[in-house]
């Protein structure tokens, strides 16, 4: 099947530096990839969907200016945690999917912890 | 819009037992239904999905799943459990129109007893 990664797996920064998350897609094409957030015991909500060579669209409440995304090329989408925060602290998954198939695919996700 | 139910957040079942895991979902549309385990501090591994044709529909570990249109449900069943099988399940939601936005539940916690 088809493979995603993201990098890093874990990372801890301190309060106000940012972060940036990347994820690819190993062995296919995503024109669209997804960004999801999930805290300690509770499920994914879906934060933006990234567009390759437009700009995101984010789920209402997540603010963009925040959570730069960037989907510079069919096989890579970023998340940037600006100035981040401990609130900011949580798992941050990817997914993908070629184009006209309907299953996603999710990377393993990044685990986020900020002092 | 979409959404997911997931009936339970926690269900424990003796080895061996039969599992059954709820999910009903509403769609406007023709939905896309998954269920996908995850592991501690893992990342979403897709078990079975319903996209069209058989209803009943056969994934990994032995798990399967019935979309019944009628009920909007999509639950998830297993003959008999195993304490691999110990970990967080969760039912999704999908379509083509939404551009395979997936929309999960809240998830389900099994428990295996020995």
């Known amino acids: 099947g088809a493979v995603v990664s993201q990098h890093p797996s874990r990372v801890i920064c301190k309060s106000g530096t940012s972060v940036k998350i990347e994820c690819r897609s190993l062995d296919f094409q995503a024109t669209t990839m997804f960004w999801y957030r999930q805290f300690p015991k509770q499920s994914l909500m879906l934060m933006a969907t990234?567009?390759?060579?437009?700009?995101?669209?984010?789920e209402q409440g997540v603010e963009k200016d925040k959570f730069l995304i960037n989907h510079a090329s069919l096989t890579l989408s970023t998340l940037t945690v600006t100035s981040a925060h401990p609130e900011d602290s949580s798992f941050y998954i990817c997914?993908?999917?070629?184009?006209?198939?309907?299953?996603?695919?999710f990377g393993p996700g990044t685990r986020l912890l900020v002092l | 819009a979409q959404s997911v139910t997931q009936l339970g957040s926690h269900v424990s079942v003796s080895e061996g037992a039969l599992v059954l895991l709820r999910c009903n979902y509403s769609?406007?549309?023709?939905?896309?239904l998954f269920w996908y385990v995850q592991y501690p501090n893992q990342g979403l591994q897709l078990l079975l999905k319903?996209?069209?044709?058989?209803?009943l529909v056969k994934g990994i570990n032995g798990f399967e799943a019935e979309f019944k249109k009628s009920e909007t449900s999509f639950h998830l069943t297993k003959p008999s459990a195993h304490m691999s099988d110990a970990a967080e399940y969760f039912c999704a939601v999908s379509s083509n129109t939404g551009g395979f936005k997936t929309i999960f539940g809240a998830g389900t916690r099994l428990f295996v007893k020995a």
């Open positions: 997914s993908a999917g070629p184009t006209s198939v309907e299953t996603q695919y």
């Open positions: 769609s406007s549309v023709p939905p896309y």
């Open positions: 319903y996209t069209t044709g058989a209803t």
């Open positions: 990234s567009n390759e060579g437009s700009k995101a669209t984010y």
